[in-house]
């Protein structure tokens, strides 16, 4: 069974600090995507990473693809209370099934 | 429209009884996805459809689950004889088609609060 891990479950940070959340397998993935969900919504797609050590930016956020393709991660600098959310990754397993990770839940506190 | 929509957004039914949860894509959007998100228990992928079709429809958790889409567009997702671990947000997302990766990006509802009393 393929599984998505991700840590922390819950973080708790002052605004302006940085951070970093992780999406860890032991499976490879032809390609994970990171969505960030807000209360009463349904996710919204942040960025999809296929190559491995792939790195791409979207402005303060910053992620990585592992280089054997079974981990990425999320870094936010000086985060903002407008970062606040669930922050979840996917993949796409064998047998074309969708596989999500729990997510962390960001709190960014003013 | 302009985006996904699903109805109803708050259902509450009673232990045993059926409901039909309703999903209208984006159009033009040939792929659409069902999935149920609860507690603890994270993002579960459910089904999806290309066109009419469901390829796949191991993901459903029992037989009580069913979906249908019709005329590549609306699809809807019905459970019969619903328990109270049925109860959960169900989230419906659809993009332009579906790869072997589902790498077109999915755009999803605001979902469907489902609890069964």
């Known amino acids: 069974t393929q599984l998505l891990e991700q840590s922390p479950q819950f973080l708790s940070i002052q605004e302006g600090e940085n951070l970093t959340v992780y999406c860890n397998s032991s499976?490879?993935?032809?390609?994970l995507q990171w969505y960030r969900q807000e209360p009463g919504e349904g996710p919204v797609l942040l960025v999809t990473?296929?190559?491995g050590g792939e790195v791409k930016k979207l402005k303060r956020l910053t992620f990585q693809f592992g280089d054997a393709r079974k981990d990425s991660s999320l870094h936010i600098t000086a985060a903002q209370p407008g970062d606040t959310g669930l922050y979840l990754c996917?993949?796409?397993?064998?047998?074309?099934?969708?596989?999500w990770g729990l997510g962390t839940s960001l709190a960014v506190n003013p | 429209g302009a985006g996904v929509s699903q109805s109803p957004s708050n259902k509450v039914t009673e232990k045993g009884k059926d409901v039909e949860l309703r999903c209208d894509p984006i159009?033009?959007?040939?792929?659409l996805y069902w999935y149920r998100q609860s507690l603890g228990q994270g993002l579960e992928f459910l089904i999806y459809f290309q066109g009419n079709s469901a390829p796949d429809k191991s993901g459903l958790p029992s037989d009580r689950f069913s979906a249908e889409r019709t005329g590549g567009s609306v699809s809807t997702l019905t459970i019969q004889r619903t328990q109270q671990e049925d109860s959960a947000v169900y989230l419906c997302a659809s993009s332009l088609q579906a790869d072997r990766d589902f790498s077109y990006e999915q755009y999803f509802g605001p979902g469907t609060r489902l609890t069964v009393t």
């Open positions: 990473v296929v190559t």
């Open positions: 499976s490879v993935f032809s390609s």
């Open positions: 996917r993949g796409a397993g064998n047998n074309r099934k969708l596989i």
């Open positions: 159009s033009g959007h040939t792929a």
